[in-house]
T-cell receptor, first 115, second 113 residues
């Protein structure tokens, strides 16, 4: 079985400050990792994903994440946030093999960007 | 745009009544999913389907059933709604060309009084 832990349920930051949203996973097999964003009253959309290769993954809206296999982490970062980044962020994991059809999500981190 | 439509988008019902939520896709993707989203719990998988009439349970399937008689439609039914099923329900699809990635609908907000 796989699981995801998002270490912070809420992260308040000021506009133009850097931010890191933390995600740790647990799995006995190789994984794919994802970050999704949910704006208020909307569905989820993909920010970025790690499938293989370079451990530093760049996504939309200036976000990036680094896969660290030894620490089983996939933290999301942005060097300078905007008010419009206020949203809930979900980390998710799936197996990388033939059973990669089920995503397991973390409980989410609410990022609030203040002026 | 993955062409996912959920209906209804909002519903208020009473305890004990049956409720069916519909997910419709415009492309013939094999995998479809129903998740529920609750504060403090993130998204939890209810049921998923890997083809017509092929479905399986997720982690929170009690009290829910699903059906998939056509590739494009995946129905979630609450046979007798309870207040604990008040939630936002999301349908998702997995495309064959995007490894592991899911595309989500806009959600259906269900309130059980």
């Amino acid at each position: 079985a796989q699981s995801v832990t998002q270490l912070d349920s809420q992260v308040p930051v000021f506009e133009e400050a850097p931010v890191e949203l933390r995600c740790n996973y647990s799995s006995s097999v190789s994984v794919y990792l994802f970050w999704y964003v949910q704006y208020p009253n909307q569905g989820l959309q993909l920010l970025l994903k790690y499938l293989s290769g370079s451990t530093l993954v760049k996504g939309i809206n200036g976000f990036e994440a680094e896969f660290n296999k030894s620490q089983t982490s996939f933290h999301l970062r942005k060097p300078s946030v905007h008010i419009s980044d206020t949203a809930e962020y979900f980390c998710a994991v799936s197996h990388s093999g033939g059973s990669n059809y089920k995503l397991t999500f973390g409980k989410g981190t609410l990022l609030t960007v203040n002026p | 745009d993955a062409g996912i439509t959920q209906s209804p988008r909002h519903k208020v019902t009473e305890t004990g009544t049956p409720v069916t939520l519909r997910c419709h896709q415009t492309e013939n993707h094999r995998y479809m999913y129903w998740y529920r989203q609750d504060p403090g719990h993130g998204l939890r998988l209810i049921h998923y389907s890997y083809g017509v009439k092929d479905t399986d349970k997720g982690e929170v399937s009690d009290g829910y059933s699903v059906s998939r008689s056509k590739t494009e439609d995946f129905l979630l039914t609450l046979e007798s709604a309870t207040s604990s099923q008040t939630s936002v329900y999301f349908c998702a699809i997995r495309t064959e060309r995007q490894a592991g990635e899911l595309f989500f609908g806009e959600g259906s907000r269900l309130t059980v009084l």
